[in-house]
């Protein structure tokens, strides 16, 4: 898996869960302390996130980090 393809399926699994919950953009953003925009570039894989942003998001949703990083793997050039 290469660097693009982790950060599309971050984003993808950050929306998944995002909307399970019933939870928009917005109110996402609002939770996590982070902008709106920055929540859409992450759920199209266009942000590398850092840690604290990955904490940041998975406190906002009520998930551990780990469940938003799970099946990433190690990346494979």
């Known amino acids: ?35 709106r925009t920055y929540i859409s570039s992450v759920e199209r894989g266009k942000r590398n996130l850092s840690v604290l942003n990955v904490i940041k998001i998975a406190n906002a949703l009520q998930v551990t980090p780990g469940r938003l990083l799970k099946g990433l793997g190690a990346i494979h050039e």
């Not at 950050?14 to 996402?28: G, N, P, Y």
Request: proline content about 0%.
């Open 1 to 35: 898996m290469n660097e693009s393809e982790s950060l599309l399926r971050l984003g993808k699994t950050v929306q998944s869960i995002r909307s399970d919950r019933e939870i928009s953009q917005e109110k996402l953003a609002d939770l996590s302390s982070l902008d």
